[in-house]
Every structure is written in C-alpha cells, then in structure tokens.
C-alpha cells in the first residue's frame, strides 16, 4: 500500500510535469518529417520527428547576434529567435497522438584557428614535425579498443613501442573513454579522423590538466571539436594510467621517429 504522503508526492509530481508540458510550444503535423528554414536556408525535408529521443536537439550555428529558425510541417510552423549558446524547447504532436520533446540548440560559429601576429612571426616559412601529447593520448586510447585491437590497418603493432604501450595501458582497457571510443569507431571508421585531428587542438598542461589550445579550435572539416565531449572521460584516463609520466619516458622514441 502506498502511504498517503507518498500519493500526494507523486500527484504533485504528475501536475508539475504536465504543468511543465503545457507550457512549451506546440507543433502540429500530419507527417513524420519537416522542413527547417535555418536563417536564409530552408532544409526540405531534412528533420524525422522521433519520439524516442527526449530531447530531439537541431543544432544551428550562429555567426551573428541571432538567427531565426523555422520548423515548418504539413499543416504548421513554428519560429524561434536563436542566439548562441541558448536552448529552445517545443513538442511536435504527430498525428494527435505522438508527442517528440524537441530542441534547437544554438552554437557559436569560432574560426578554426587564430594567429596573433607572435605566432605568425614564429611560424610563417617554417615547418614542423611534431608528435603532440593529447594527439598521442588518443591514438593509445584507440589501440585499447577492442576494434583497434581487432583492426588490421587502424593501429600499427609490430613494433617494441606498441608492446610497451599494451604493458602500460592494459589495465585501463575498461576505462569509460575506451567504451566510448570503441563504440563509436565500431559504427563509423571514418569518425577516427576527425576524432584524431582534433586532438590536436589540446594541449597537456604542466599539471596535467588537458586544456584547449590558444590558437586551434578544430582541425577537422566540421563546425565543432568532435573531441571535446570525451574530454573529461580522456582527463580521467590519463590520470589514472599516469599518461605524462608514459610520455615523458618515450620521448627518446617519439623524437627518433620525428
């Protein structure tokens, strides 16, 4: 038996849940897809309504103070004034029975890299071959997955270095970063370039602290680092594996390669 201040917990629960409902946007369609008029582009077709996934985020970038973004359905549309780093809730109701709990996520548009005129003047003319740390961390985090191990062409294992690399790290196999990594190059390969370049966009800090570069803010072909969600799961890999400590013993290695 549910004791009574149980029941009026979860009623009051309830109300402030479909309170919570009732206040968002509502956007009304007969098809399971819609349009998307992002700023001056208009998108036909390009959005699936999908109630299973709570939010539905779209992603607009935004290289002004706002843009406005249209989702338009068979019999209705819905606008928003869209700045960056905002959040804008609505449902889409499909067919008067689905509901998909959806959100327009707005992303600042930052160039790929910026050069004061110290770096230029250090840079231009010149260059470098270098093998730097967090691009490192990660190539040793992919040659702990199970699809790296597996993989014939991803890691490159017959040398002393790859066995030293599986003494040290063996034991970090199960850390959170390596399932995710696994994860995703299981589903696409072609996601470990991008992974890989914008690790290049991080540094190792003296304390250890991974940290965004000053001048790099992708080197991959998208809009955004597709590193930076897994970089606190990296932070605590490298932590717990001592990777500093491991760089730092092969630098000899990493310089006779160079």
């Known amino acids: ?31 399971t897809s ?41 019999s209705d549309s819905i606008r928003f004034k869209v700045k960056a780093d905002r959040k804008y809730q ?17 992303i600042k548009v930052v160039p790929y890299a910026q050069f004061n005129t110290r770096y230029v003047k250090s840079h231009d003319g010149k260059s470098f071959v270098e093998i730097p740390q967090i691009y490192e961390l990660f190539n040793i985090v992919a040659a702990l997955t199970g699809f790296g191990k597996k993989d ?16 040290w790290f063996d034991k970090n196999k199960g850390e959170k970063i ?23 966009a991080f540094e190792l800090a003296p304390n250890g602290k991974i940290r965004k570069s000053k001048v790099y803010n992708r080197i991959s072909n998208g809009l955004v680092n597709t590193l930076e969600p897994y970089i606190n799961d990296l932070q ?22 160079i």
């Open 152 to 167: 014939e062409g991803l890691i490159v294992k017959n040398t002393k270095y790859h066995l030293d690399l599986l003494a």
């Open 34 to 74: 819609l349009d998307i008029r992002d700023g001056n582009e208009l998108r036909k077709g390009r959005w699936n309504i999908d109630p299973k996934t709570k939010p539905d985020i779209f992603k607009s970038f935004i290289d002004n103070k706002y843009k406005w973004v249209t989702f338009i359905s068979d």
């Open 178 to 200: 390596v399932k995710r990594i696994d994860s995703v190059l299981s589903s696409n390969l072609m996601t470990f370039v991008a992974l890989k370049m914008d690790a290049y």
């Open 90 to 106: 609505f449902l889409v109701v499909l067919n008067e029975k689905d509901t998909a709990f959806t959100q327009i996520e707005g």
């Open 236 to 257: 605590v890999f490298s932590n717990k594996s001592k990777f500093p400590e491991f760089y730092q013993k092969n630098i000899p290695f990493y310089n006779s390669q």
């Open 1 to 31: 038996m549910i004791h009574l201040n149980r029941l009026l917990f979860l009623l009051l629960l309830g109300m402030t849940a479909n309170s919570f409902a009732q206040k968002l946007p509502v956007l009304k369609s007969r098809s």
